[in-house]
């Protein structure tokens, strides 16, 4: 089971500081979960500048110029927040019994960890 999804809430632990104009710290939804290559993609995090060539579409209209994302960054990068403390924390699992039309089913949920210092 995945410990990032597409959807959650993540906060950048590597790199430059905001102070020397990295993007340590910042906070984002995540937009797409690469699998293959341990890669996400954070919203607002980790832009970079792709110059793209001058073409025409159908209608004749100009494309091209200079654009910018989000690329993708190492999953082990990133920390999901707590949706409580609003910090970034380890993700734990458990078994929890989840009853749906009346049949009992044991599944897998996520859980964010507490640590030492939030009890």
Partial sequence: MANIKKGDIVQ????????????????GRVLE?????????????????KHVRVGQTQR??????IETFEAPVHISNVALVDPESKKP??????NEVVEKNGVKKTVRVRYAKKSGKDL
Avoid at 12 to 19: K, N, S, V
Avoid at 33 to 49: A, C, L
């Fill in 33 to 49: 979960v690469q699998v293959e290559k341990n890669r996400v993609v954070v919203e607002g995090i980790n832009f970079v500048t």
């Fill in 12 to 27: 950048l632990i590597t790199g430059r500081t905001q102070a020397r104009g990295g993007d340590r710290g910042k906070q």
């Fill in 60 to 65: 004749g209209t100009k494309t091209g110029g």
């Fill in 89 to 94: 924390t380890r993700v734990g699992f458990r």
